[in-house]
Structures are given as structure tokens and as C-alpha cells.
């Protein structure tokens, strides 16, 4: 059995690694050709030269591109999933999507009597290496179960949590909490460089007090060497926090947190920081002279 996977960014490049090391075989495709045949070069992968073409190919397909914009294209547009043969097949999508998105493009795929997972994950390139992602299922139950298989050998956590919209909806909430986390680590660390501090020595002392995280765990590291080679973009969380403000207003609620660290993000992107890795908002308050 193949299966299809659309989306060779940063995650998904390691995620399908990880699935053809665990023995799955995949028929990949990825807008930008060249990296899709790179990756096949490395890896002996099938490469589909369009949605539509690999879609006749396979029952089920993972798809992780940038945004809901990028899952629609692949899905919907031209030469898309859906111009395929796509009737009783399943979409698995581990875009981080805009929750309205993931019920919409659910509704679609139900019409054509295909099935929509919306899956989006959490964790990085390493966990997703190692196997260690989490990922938060809405859809139909029954193609949660008939797919499970293929999540445990990329995931250490698995929740179904509902309908299609409410995998995105906890992944949003998720990236508050990350978003946030990341900026006051990195704008703590800054301001004690400012203050005469060596930057190891606070961050071991962040890391004894009240700083002691798996974000810092994870990013301690690339902000002492300052290394801010991409896992996850600033690009990303920029647009995650965009989605994650939708859901707070459509609750009626407001979140002046969310707003702050959202903006300190877009300050990053008009530094010229949007490709790196979101601990780079470090730069915001150590470049600031
Ligand atoms: N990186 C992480 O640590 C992480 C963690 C959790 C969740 N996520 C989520 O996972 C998704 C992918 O993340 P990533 O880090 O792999 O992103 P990335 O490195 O920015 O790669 C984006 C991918 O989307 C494709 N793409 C963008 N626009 C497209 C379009 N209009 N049509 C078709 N394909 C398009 C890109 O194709 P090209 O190669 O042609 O540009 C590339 O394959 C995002 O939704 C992100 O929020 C990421």
C-alpha cells in the first residue's frame, strides 16, 4: 500500500523521512519540483507530478503546506486532490489551518464522498525525527481509527478530539501558549544581556527558575549560539496567531496577550526575520541600538 504525501517544507520533509524509514511507502509531491525529486533522489521515492495524478495513485494522503490558502490550492485548485479521482478516499491534512477552513473543506470533500481529517500536529523537526509529534484529530471517527496506524509511527500522542475544525481549533490554542513562551524567553534573555549578564548564566538560571520549559529545553541552544536555521518560521507563528485571533473574536472573547506577542512577531517579520526560526524574535530586543 502507498500513500500520498503533498508538502516537503521543514516538518514535512522530516515527517515523510520518518514514515519511509518506519517501512511506508509514499508518492510524494511538493509545488517547488526540484525538492520533491531531491527527495526522491535520497530516499527512492515515487514522485506524482500533480495532486490530481497521485491522488489516482493511492487511498489516502497526508498534506502539510504552509497555510489554509496553500491546502486549498492543493486540494481544490487546479489539478488539485479533488480533480482526481478522489471519491471514497481520505485527505489527512496536518496544515495548521484556520479552523473555519478545516470544517469547510470537510463539508467539500463529504460532497464528492471523500473523507477530511484535519490533523494538524504539534511538536518540531526533531520530535518528528525521533517520532515524538503529537497530533489532534477532527473528522469522522471511523477514518481516525482506519488511519491511526500510520500516525503512531510518527506521533508519541494521539487525540481524536471531534468534528473536523477542532483539531485546528486546539492546535491555535497550542500556539498562543508557544508563540508566547518563545517571545518572553527570548525578550528575558535579551534584557539580561542588557542588564551585564553572560548569556549562559542566565539562561541557567532562567532554566532553575521560572523559565524551566520544554521550549527552552528545545531552543537553549540555538539562542546561545545564536543558530537560528529554521525549524518553525517566524513566518508560521505570524500566521498561526492571525488564526488563533479569529477563533478568540468569533468567541466573542479577547486575549490582549495574544495581540502583544502577535505583534512582536510581525516586528521580527519587518526586521527581515520571517524565514528564520521563530527563536530569532530574540533579535527584536538584542538588535534594538
Ligand atoms: N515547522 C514546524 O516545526 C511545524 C510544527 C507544527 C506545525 N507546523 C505546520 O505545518 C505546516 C508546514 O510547516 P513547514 O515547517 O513544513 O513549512 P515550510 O517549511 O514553510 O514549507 C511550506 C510547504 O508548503 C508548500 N506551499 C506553500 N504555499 C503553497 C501553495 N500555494 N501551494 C502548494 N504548496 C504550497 C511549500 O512548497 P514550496 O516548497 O514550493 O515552497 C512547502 O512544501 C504549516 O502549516 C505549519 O504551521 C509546522
Known amino acids: 500500500m502507498k500513500v500520498g504525501f503533498i508538502g516537503l517544507g521543514h516538518l514535512g520533509r ?6 519511509i524509514d518506519q517501512g511506508v511507502e509514499l508518492i510524494v509531491w511538493n509545488r517547488t519540483l526540484s525538492k520533491a525529486e531531491e527527495f526522491a533522489k535520497e530516499t527512492g521515492t515515487e514522485v506524482a507530478d500533480s495532486p490530481a495524478n497521485l491522488i489516482n495513485k493511492v487511498d489516502r494522503v497526508f498534506v502539510i503546506v ?18 482526481g479521482d478522489i471519491k471514497g478516499k481520505t485527505v489527512i491534512d496536518m496544515t495548521t489551518n484556520h ?5 469547510l473543506a470537510f463539508g467539500e470533500l463529504r460532497k464528492m464522498g471523500a473523507y477530511y481529517l484535519d490533523a494538524p500536529v504539534l511538536g518540531s523537526v526533531i520530535p518528528a525525527m525521533k517520532g515524538e509529534l503529537t497530533v489532534v484529530v ?3 471517527k471511523e477514518k481516525f481509527e482506519e488511519n491511526k496506524f500510520l500516525f503512531e509511527k510518527f506521533c508519541k500522542s494521539i487525540y481524536y478530539v471531534g468534528d473536523a475544525g477542532k483539531g485546528s481549533k486546539a492546535k491555535l490554542i497550542n500556539n498562543i501558549v508557544l508563540g508566547g513562551i518563545m517571545d518572553i524567553l527570548a525578550e528575558a534573555i535579551a ?10 548564566t542566565i539562561i541557567n538560571i532562567l ?3 521560572a523559565g524551566k520549559s520544554y521550549i527552552l529545553d528545545v531552543k537553549k541552544k540555538k539562542l546561545l549560539e545564536e543558530d537560528f536555521s529554521t525549524h ?7 500566521k498561526d496567531l492571525h488564526y488563533a485571533q479569529d477563533l478568540i473574536k468569533n468567541l466573542g472573547l479577547f486575549s490582549f496577550t495574544t495581540a502583544a506577542i502577535k505583534e512582536t512577531y510581525a516586528l521580527a ?13 530574540y533579535k527584536v530586543i538584542k538588535e534594538d541600538e
Request: glycine share 12%; net charge negative.
Open 14 to 19: 522530516a515527517i515523510a523521512k520518518r514514515l
Open 66 to 83: 504552509f497555510d489554509s490558502q496553500a491546502s486549498e490550492e492543493v486540494i481544490f485548485g487546479e489539478k488539485g486532490l479533488a480533480d
Open 99 to 103: 479552523y473555519t477552513y478545516a470544517e
Open 138 to 140: 477532527g473528522g469522522d
Open 191 to 200: 534584557i539580561a544581556e542588557k542588564a551585564g549578564f553572560d548569556k549562559e
Open 207 to 209: 532554566n532553575d527558575g
Open 232 to 238: 518553525f518560521s517566524v513566518n508560521l507563528i505570524y
Open 269 to 281: 517579520k519587518k526586521m527581515g526575520l520571517g524565514d528564520l526560526d521563530f527563536s530569532a524574535v
